[in-house]
């Protein structure tokens, strides 16, 4: 099982990045999914999280801005990321409970994906 994140990129104050989280392998079900950031310095922080009922958990610092959504049949999490503030620049990484398919077995575990880059210029 593998976790890809990508849409990371240079965006200006106030603008909009999408990250997606695309899992892939033998996998039976994506269970929750969390997406931390990393800026320059500082510790890994979680910033959002969705479970598989879809309920969802922001950062104070990121409420109202980011929204977490999931598509299942991809198994895709999507981090919309609007109204970016210079605040919120740094390697952005998803991380998922997984449930494997292994044939004769299901077995859940995590994976963390290999970190998008978020820059926002002021």
């Known amino acids: 099982v593998q976790l890809q994140a990508s849409g990371g990129g240079l965006v200006q104050a106030g603008g909009s990045l999408r990250l997606s989280c695309t899992a892939s392998?033998?996998?039976?079900?994506?269970?929750?999914v969390g997406w931390y950031r990393q800026a320059p310095g500082k510790q890994r922080e979680l910033v959002a999280h969705i479970n598989i009922d879809d309920f969802t958990f922001y950062d104070d610092s990121v409420k109202g801005r980011f929204t977490v959504s999931r598509d299942n049949a991809k198994f895709t999490v999507y981090l919309q990321m609007n109204s970016l503030i210079p605040e919120d620049t740094g390697v952005y990484y998803c991380?998922?409970?997984?449930?494997?398919?292994?044939?004769?077995?299901?077995?859940?575990?995590?994976?963390w994906g290999q970190g998008t880059l978020v820059t926002v210029s002021s």
């Open positions: 991380a998922a409970n997984v449930e494997v398919d292994a044939g004769t077995k299901i077995y859940d575990a995590n994976y």
């Open positions: 392998g033998s996998i039976f079900r994506v269970n929750g």
